[in-house]
Nanobody, 122 residues
Framework: QVQLVESGGGLVQPGGSLRLSCAASGSIFSIYAMGWYRQAPGKQRDLVAT???????EYADSVQGRFTISRDNAKNTVYLQMNSLKPEDTAVYYC????????????????WGQGTQVTVSA
């Protein structure tokens, strides 16, 4: 089994910054992609950013240029640096790990963290 533990959420004023972290632990041989999704009240869960083990990144248009995703493969940890935060960034942010393999022979599965609240308000 694999656990994803998120940290770094909180309350910040518009224009401020936050850094989210997510550490994966457990029976892990490799993780193909790690990323962040967010869900605002009454809305669906949407992609924020992802990064593969090779460093390829993908961002939602709404955060491009403001958010930066990075990853430490040795620590199975993914980070999300969020700058120039806006009220519309307010949501629960969920960490995702995709194609997590416990051995080199299995195909891998997906895991989610419990979520961390980010609130952008004056």
């Amino acid at each position: 089994q694999v656990q994803l533990v998120e940290s770094g959420g909180g309350l910040v004023q518009p224009g401020g910054s936050l850094r989210l972290s997510c550490a994966a632990s457990g029976s892990i041989f490799s993780i193909y992609a790690m990323g962040w999704y967010r869900q605002a009240p009454g809305k669906q869960r949407d992609l924020v950013a992802t990064i593969t083990s090779g460093g390829r990144t993908e961002y939602a248009d709404s955060v491009q240029g403001r958010f930066t995703i990075s990853r430490d493969n040795a620590k199975n940890t993914v980070y999300l640096q969020m700058n120039s935060l806006k009220p519309e960034d307010t949501a629960v942010y969920y960490c995702n790990a995709d194609r997590v393999r416990s051995t080199m022979w299995n195909t891998g599965r997906e895991y989610w963290g419990q979520g961390t609240q980010v609130t952008v308000s004056a």
